[in-house]
């Protein structure tokens, strides 16, 4: 059966990070937990469903490749043998390189569930049929520790400290990359895990994601 397409909530000339959901997220509906996530990245509050599509946001606030995202991007109309069924897909996002693509976020065990992992497929090749990468992450692939943890920890943290705040972080740690640790960054400075994090999301630092914040953990500026 051929598919047919609902294109919802792109607004001419609407910038894409300013656009209204496809879908309304509603809070009435059983099992589902309204999360208001505040991101830095696009200016304003991005409502999803649930813990992990929070987490998978936080990803993206520190992915450098990532410009803009949003939530419930648009509505498309599908079909198999079952019949048409809708899909909204969870996440659009837009790259600094490249074209926009589709991410969907799943817990493993309900995107293995074979009637779901089918409709599933269904929408990713129709996405890829009009030239639209289509990504399927689960806690599997969002969750892993320690990054999630260390990145939760930081981006609270950084949402409280101006950009203008890193240039005393900046100014201990070598221009060419040479890492520097916690310890010695706390010695020298307050807030220190809140300035860490406002320089990772602003793209000037890079820090150690394979072991958790401690006294060891390395924290170093990007080469320019």
């Given at each position: 059966?051929?598919?047919?397409?609902?294109?919802?909530?792109?607004?001419?000339?609407?910038?894409?990070?300013?656009?209204?959901?496809?879908?309304?997220?509603?809070?009435?509906?059983?099992?589902?937990?309204?999360?208001q996530?505040?991101?830095?990245?696009?200016?304003?509050?991005?409502?999803?469903e649930?813990?992990?599509?929070?987490?998978?946001?936080?990803l993206?606030?520190?992915?450098?490749?990532?410009?803009?995202?949003?939530?419930?991007?648009?509505?498309?109309?599908?079909?198999?043998?079952?019949?048409?069924?809708?899909?909204?897909?969870?996440?659009?996002?837009?790259?600094?390189?490249?074209?926009?693509?589709?991410?969907?976020?799943?817990?493993?065990?309900?995107?293995?569930?074979?009637?779901?992992?089918?409709?599933?497929?269904?929408?990713?090749?129709?996405?890829?049929?009009?030239?639209?990468?289509y990504l399927?992450?689960?806690?599997?692939?969002?969750?892993?520790?320690?990054?999630?943890?260390?990145?939760?920890?930081?981006?609270?943290?950084?949402?409280?400290?101006?950009?203008?705040?890193?240039?005393?972080l900046?100014?201990?740690?070598?221009?060419?990359?040479?890492?520097?640790?916690?310890?010695?960054?706390?010695?020298?400075?307050?807030?220190?895990?809140?300035?860490?994090?406002r320089?990772?999301?602003?793209?000037?630092?890079?820090?150690?994601?394979?072991?958790?914040?401690?006294?060891?953990?390395?924290?170093?500026?990007?080469?320019r």
């Open positions: 059966m051929s598919s047919e397409v609902h294109t919802i909530g792109r607004g001419r000339g609407v910038p894409k990070s300013k656009q209204l959901p496809a879908r309304r997220i509603s809070r009435g509906r059983p099992g589902v937990h309204i999360v996530f505040p991101s830095e990245m696009n200016k304003r509050v991005i409502p999803v649930g813990r992990l599509e929070a987490d998978m946001c936080l993206f606030e520190f992915d450098p490749s990532i410009q803009s995202y949003r939530s419930q991007p648009l509505t498309v109309t599908l079909a198999d043998e079952h019949g048409f069924f809708n899909h909204t897909p969870d996440f659009e996002v837009t790259p600094f390189e490249g074209d926009p693509y589709i991410v969907e976020v799943k817990p493993s065990a309900r995107a293995n569930q074979p009637f779901r992992a089918h409709r599933l497929q269904v929408a990713r090749e129709h996405f890829l049929g009009n030239d639209r990468e399927l992450e689960t806690e599997l692939s969002i969750r892993i520790e320690p990054r999630i943890t260390i990145l939760r920890n930081l981006y609270g943290r950084a949402r409280a400290v101006p950009l203008d705040d890193i240039a005393a900046l100014a201990l740690l070598p221009k060419d990359g040479s890492t520097v640790s916690l310890q010695t960054i706390a010695s020298h400075l307050p807030n220190n895990l809140g300035r860490i994090g320089g990772v999301l602003s793209g000037w630092i890079d820090v150690e994601l394979t072991k958790p914040i401690g006294p060891n953990w390395l924290v170093w500026r990007k080469p």
